[in-house]
C-alpha cells in the first residue's frame, strides 16, 4: 500500500522561501508529483520527480530522494498568490486493472502566505 | 472552450434521487478520472477509463455509476446516495493512463455535491 505525509499547514511571510515536506511509503514507486490547489478550484500540476536530484522550473523546485522515500517542494520569493494547498502525490510502479498506474495523493498542506 | 469543464458546478439533492455529473475534455487526452475530495482527506480515486474502456474501479460502491461514451465526455451516475457521499467530485484526464505521462492529470473545477 501507500502511505503520504505531508504538514496540515504552513505560513510563511511575501518574499521568503517556503519549503514544503513529503514521505513516502510505497509498495513500488514511479515517480512523485506536486499539484497546487488554490481554495475553491482545480488543481494543477507543478512538478514530477522520478529520478533523486532537485528539478527547478522558475519560483518552484522539487527534490526527491528515493532511498529516503522524501521529497520537498521549494517555493522562492514567496508571492500572495502561492497562499494555497499543495499536494503530493506518488505514482506506484506496477499497473493496477488493465494498464494504469495508480496515483496516491497526501491529505495536502495548506500554505498560507502573509505580508 | 479549453481544459477540462465540469457540469454542474453544485448539486444538492436527496437520498432518493438519481443525478448525473458531467465532464468534458479538450484536450486530446486518451484517459479520464473521476476523483473524490473530502475535507480533510485526501484526493481519492474512484474509476479510470482508458481509451473509454474501464480499467480501474477502486472499490466504490454501486450507487457511483460511471460513463465514459467516447474518449472526451465522462459521466458520473447518481443514485440513492448518502450524506457521507457529500464531497467535491473532480475529474481530470491525462494523455494516457500507462505510459509516462500517467500522472500528470489535468483537473476540472468540480462538482460540489451536497445529500440530504
Known amino acids: 500500500g501507500q502511505n503520504i505525509d505531508q504538514p496540515t499547514e504552513m505560513t510563511a511571510t511575501e518574499g521568503a522561501i517556503v519549503q514544503i515536506n513529503c514521505t513516502y511509503q510505497t509498495s513500488g514507486f514511479n515517480g512523485l508529483f506536486w499539484y497546487q490547489q488554490h481554495a475553491g478550484e482545480a488543481p494543477t500540476f507543478l512538478s514530477y520527480n522520478v529520478l533523486d536530484g532537485l528539478e527547478e522550473k522558475g519560483r518552484f523546485s522539487s527534490f526527491l530522494s528515493r532511498s529516503k522515500g522524501y521529497s520537498y517542494l521549494l517555493l522562492k520569493e514567496l508571492q500572495m498568490k502561492d497562499s494555497a494547498s499543495y499536494l503530493c502525490?506518488?505514482?506506484?510502479?506496477?499497473?493496477?486493472?488493465?494498464?494504469?498506474?495508480?496515483?496516491?495523493f497526501g491529505k495536502g498542506t495548506k500554505l498560507s502566505v502573509i505580508p | 472552450e479549453t481544459g477540462v469543464t465540469q457540469t454542474p458546478r453544485h448539486l444538492v439533492m436527496g437520498m432518493t434521487n438519481k443525478k448525473s455529473l458531467k465532464c468534458e475534455q479538450h484536450?486530446?487526452?486518451?484517459?479520464m478520472y473521476w476523483y473524490k475530495q473530502s475535507a480533510k482527506k485526501p484526493l481519492e480515486l474512484m474509476f479510470v477509463?482508458?481509451?473509454?474502456?474501464?480499467?480501474e474501479n477502486n472499490s466504490v460502491p454501486s450507487r457511483f455509476s460511471p460513463e465514459c461514451p467516447n474518449s472526451s465526455h465522462l459521466f458520473l451516475h447518481l443514485h440513492t446516495l448518502q450524506p457521507e457521499d457529500s464531497a467535491l467530485y473532480l475529474c481530470a484526464s491525462s494523455q494516457d493512463a500507462g505510459g509516462a505521462a500517467a500522472g500528470e492529470l489535468f483537473f476540472g473545477e468540480g462538482s460540489r455535491l451536497t445529500v440530504l
Open positions: 484536450l486530446g487526452h486518451n484517459a
Open positions: 477509463y482508458s481509451l473509454e474502456e474501464r480499467v
Open positions: 502525490a506518488v505514482r506506484s510502479l506496477w499497473k493496477t486493472g488493465a494498464g494504469s498506474y495508480q496515483l496516491t
